[in-house]
């Protein structure tokens, strides 16, 4: 089998209007397409991810980011560069975004909050290389 990549991640959240406000205003994604069908459902995009929301007002949604541990977690991780990490940072805190880090996990340093249905998310770069 040979695939071309993932198309799209598929995330759930319990109010689509409050949802695809985080999403488009906190971190840039853009509305590709909306669905009006039995369950309310978008494609946000941002050039090089497509996350597909499904609003699903009854589901109980565990707190993700207290799972961060050797028991394994789901999350959806999007990469930047080294030089525009620092920028992202300063800009969850003036949105007011709480988040755990700057960590260096593996061969990446990233920081890590949610979405506010509990989705858990990161934002990683390549880890900052030591100077010889």
């Avoid at 799209?8 to 319990?14: A, R």
């Avoid at 971190?27 to 909306?34: E, I, T, Y």
């Avoid at 597909?52 to 789901?74: K, R, T, V």
């Avoid at 975004?97 to 990683?124: A, M, T």
């Amino acid at each position: 089998m040979k695939l071309d990549g993932v198309h799209h991640i598929g995330v759930n959240v319990l109010d689509m209007d409050r949802a695809e406000n985080f999403y488009t205003d906190v971190l840039g994604f853009w509305v590709a397409k909306r669905y009006e069908e039995e369950i309310r459902h978008l494609m946000l995009d941002t050039g090089s991810v497509i996350l597909h929301l499904f609003e699903s007002p009854g589901l109980h949604m565990e707190n993700a980011i207290d799972c961060l541990s050797e028991q394994g977690y789901a999350h959806i991780a999007f990469g930047t560069n080294r030089e525009n990490f620092p920028e992202i940072i300063d800009e969850l805190k003036n949105k007011n975004i709480v988040f755990r880090g700057p960590l260096i996990l593996g061969q990446g340093e990233s920081v890590h909050f949610k979405d506010p249905d509990g989705n858990h998310l990161e934002i990683r770069c390549p880890v900052k290389q030591n100077s010889k």
